[in-house]
């Protein structure tokens, strides 16, 4: 017997496999992560879909993603914010030089 069809979202690298009547949660780094060395492994989270949610973005994704960013600090930007890009454009001669009716005015 299939478990019942969930739509529930899943975090990153956390997917869904059926098991005897239910659905179990497994956190499963990419293969090319594994190759690199990644020191986060995957691991088995339970039956429980709110514990798996909950341990795959507040432990496993921090360390991935800080491990793929090269940083031990968590809370580091992953590279340039949205802001950053707008302003650089806006400060570009080619935006300086556009029709004022096509600069859209915030």
Known sequence: ???PRSALPLPRYVRRKPLKGRWGYFFEP????????????AEALGPD??????????IL???????????GDQSAPAGP????V???????????RLDV????QP
């Open 1 to 3: 017997m299939t478990p």
């Open 101 to 104: 009716r096509t600069k859209r």
């Open 49 to 58: 879909y709110r514990a798996a949610v909950e341990r795959a973005e507040t």
């Open 86 to 96: 707008f302003a650089e454009y806006r400060a570009d001669r080619r935006y300086t």
């Open 61 to 71: 994704l921090p360390q991935f993603d800080a491990w793929w960013r090269g940083t």
């Open 30 to 41: 990419p293969t090319c992560a594994r190759k690199a060395g990644c020191p986060v492994e």
């Open 81 to 84: 914010s949205l802001d950053w």
